[in-house]
């Protein structure tokens, strides 16, 4: 029979100060909470049903409090999804949010399942192979109002990066839940899954995968280490943040570039072990070309750690001849976003990315495992968050994964990308060769394979062919009606030892995505337009014999490892998934439809490549490089970043028809972008984010990251923007709020604005209104600015600042700075439509006088120089 219980409402939001309970921990005040409150039963040696459990202490440096994330229980197990998130700061409860369950109805199960059979598993989540599945505790998971008791496992294939978290039914097996937890980052737009039947392209789709390789580790708890080495010196010839990637300027040598606050043993050791590869506490970065996922080469640096390596990326530049340097930058990338984000507040309480903890608590373990020139596809890049987690009682850690892919090089007919050769009959061996596509899944650095061209039957393979009727031959393929790795995988099993796919209606090539079935593909596979497609069926239907060889060649092709802004956006993933909820499983689209990751990904990616002399006026895009692109090039998202709505006038209205996650999240960055310039207008600019605390740009960028931490599981835009506007209560006195509230706003985020439901994509209703109380402290602003015609800005600044025209005249414009002593200081003359900065280097900190004049009008600033 079923059994029930009844919670009582828990506040959802507690703003005020409780009692101060002195000589306390946090866990005892959250205890102490919630037996005083009535809300659970936790008084000591009673065995009652419902119960807390804290996942997770992280004391905030710039919150001044400590975050803390608890898991509702029954019977000693969880409830699945049911959590809280508690500030405290003094010893003081100041906020208490939670999702818990308030009724629970057990269903009635009478047998209950060791475990789920590999054959099963494989059969629910198309896998070929399994590398490794890992239970975690019973949990109690809801379903039509009654609540089950189910497996959670972690089930990672051992083709893929991918690792699916799965909640089974534990007395049928029935999968309850299931979600790719490996998060796939095309940063191809072209790349399809399948081809619709009418010939036309088929509609984009980005799948929101979100991921994880390797096996998870039950492991004792981090060593204490009492004494600290200093590190070793080494140096890395790189591209230097704020670089981009090479087509925004040259490598350069750096020396010991770690933050021994983050790194306090460098970036070579882990506290037991030193290393003179690219390995280290907080990375071991290698190459994966055969898809192995367990570490390959790496470039070593020898007794001196001297990494200097040659590199080329031309048009005939063979990449594979310099990934000495390619894996030396992705070293460096992910160090660099390691020790930065520590400044920030990526710590070991927050479940960061290190082998050794040094005593500074959290689990460790989990350095990143950075897969460069990975041999399971092309046109894209990965993140895999892992976990840190304890299990009754024991830790259990899966270390994140990151894999980089090689870029397609720009073709053309004149020059096109090379992967094929007819071999006989002679009369075609010397046939130009056309467009081709490759495919983002199958063996990408396999050998060569030889065969004789064969029609599949049937013509689509979307129905498998016969077995045996495609052995050792190179199967000719059409690309319409199912998706392409289904079609490959057929003739796989038919026998075939590569696919050729044309295109029946267009002769436009297009790059292969995976879809469901490309993981269990192991042979070689290529796109090809009409007209080279009918060809070949007509020379093989006419009785002419055919034989080819599918070889790639990769010369001009572009390595990820070498775009800092690649390399941040994945590593971004592991910060936001992280520091979100229970750090696993948390931002998925199959519990919000809402999923910003791929937004905090481009927002952490510009953060970290914005340069001296950047202003608001100047419009991004991301992954330009691998693109073949100009600096100034659109990239891979809908539109630049730019506050400027005539370049970029996407609001939340628009996440009605965005894709998933991409274009959702490019709508989130927008909006992060957005306000990054309000924080730079107010506090002043400075490229490095770590150069001064104080500056707009690190303010937002933690604001940013206290927001993560705030804001619950499963967040939804309008949970983002509490988040941020709770940090800024909590942190900085509200100091930021309407200026926050401005921001978001501008972009539809305004107080009325709703999510609707998380899991409908298509209900999101946009406002643009603000607090009451902002819109009285914003019109007194905006009435002192009525009759200016000019601004400056950022102000306070600190090196430079800059003079805004918002009139229509044409006239020249003349600007001199006076100091207090009325000495002037700096003389300009400049057209209206000049956007070149001041300098302001050489000036004591300290308050001075802007004079503006244009024709007749004239106008006084007061500019404050740190």
Known sequence: MSKKLFLLPVSVVMLFCFDKMNAQNSENIIHDFYKRNGQLNLKSGNNSQVGIEILNNDSSKSLNANILDVQQTYNGLRVYNALGKVIIKNDKIISEKNTFSRNIVIANQPKVLKSLSKEFLKQQLGLREIANIDYLTDVYFEKNGLYILSKELFVSDKNTSDVWH????????????????????????????????????????????????????????????????????????????????????????????????????????????????????????????????????????????????????????????????????????????????????????????????????????????????????????????????????????????????????????????????????????????????????GPVFGPPVTGDLIVSSPTDACTAPAPGSLTNKIAIVTSTSCEYGLKVLNAQNAGAVGVIVYRPSNDTPTSMGAGSYGSQVNIPSINIGKTEGLFLVGELNNGNAINATLDFDYDGFKHSSFDNGIIAHEYGHGISNRLTGQGYSCLSTTNTIEQMGEGWSDYFALMLTTRPGDTSSLARGVGTYPKGQPVTGVGIRPAKYSPDFSVNGYTYNSTNTAVVPHGVGFIWATMLWDLTWKYVEKYGYNSDVLANPTSGNAKALQIVVDGLKLQPCSPTFIDGRDAILQADAIGNGGEDKCMIWKAFAKRGLGVNASAGSKTVGTDQVEDFTIPSDCDSVLATKESNLANNQFIIFPNPTYDEFFVGNISKSKDEVEIRVFDMSGKVVITDSRMPESKKAISTKSFPKGVYMVHIKQGLKSQIEKLIVK
């Open 166 to 441: 799965v909640i089974a039914n534990a007395s049928s097996g029935e999968i309850l839940s299931k979600d790719n937890l490996t998060l796939d980052c095309s940063f191809e737009r072209n790349i399809h899954p399948h081809e619709a039947s009418n010939g036309l392209e088929a509609t984009e789709k980005m799948n929101n995968v979100q991921m994880l390789q390797g096996v998870a580790n039950k492991i004792p708890n981090t060593k204490l280490v009492n004494s600290l080495f200093p590190p070793s010196n080494a140096s890395y010839n790189i591209f230097p943040l704020p670089l981009e990637a090479p087509t925004f300027g040259s490598r350069s040598t750096i020396n010991n570039p770690w933050d021994v606050q983050a790194s306090p043993e460098g970036w070579h050791s882990d506290g037991t072990n030193n290393y003179t590869n690219t390995r280290g506490n907080n990375v071991y970065a290698y190459s994966d070309q055969n898809n192995a996922n367990v570490p390959g080469y790496s470039p070593d640096g020898g007794s001196t750690l001297n990494f200097d390596f040659p590199f080329a990326d031309g048009r005939y530049d063979d990449p594979f001849a310099y990934k000495d340097a390619a894996i030396t930058n992705l070293f460096y990338m992910n160090n660099k976003m390691h020790d930065i984000f520590y400044k920030f507040g990526f710590t070991e309480t927050a479940r960061n990315f290190q082998t050794n903890n040094f005593n500074n608590g959290g689990i460790g373990n989990d350095a990143v495992r950075a897969e460069a020139f990975d041999g399971s596809g092309l046109n894209n890049a990965n993140f895999s968050s892992g976990y840190e987690r304890v299990v009754g009682g024991q830790p259990q850690v899966l270390a994140p994964r990151m894999q980089m892919y090689l870029y397609d090089r720009t073709q053309t007919p004149d020059d096109p990308i090379i992967r094929y050769q007819y071999n006989t009959p002679a009369s075609i061996t010397s046939r130009p060769k056309v467009l081709t596509g490759g495919a983002g899944f």
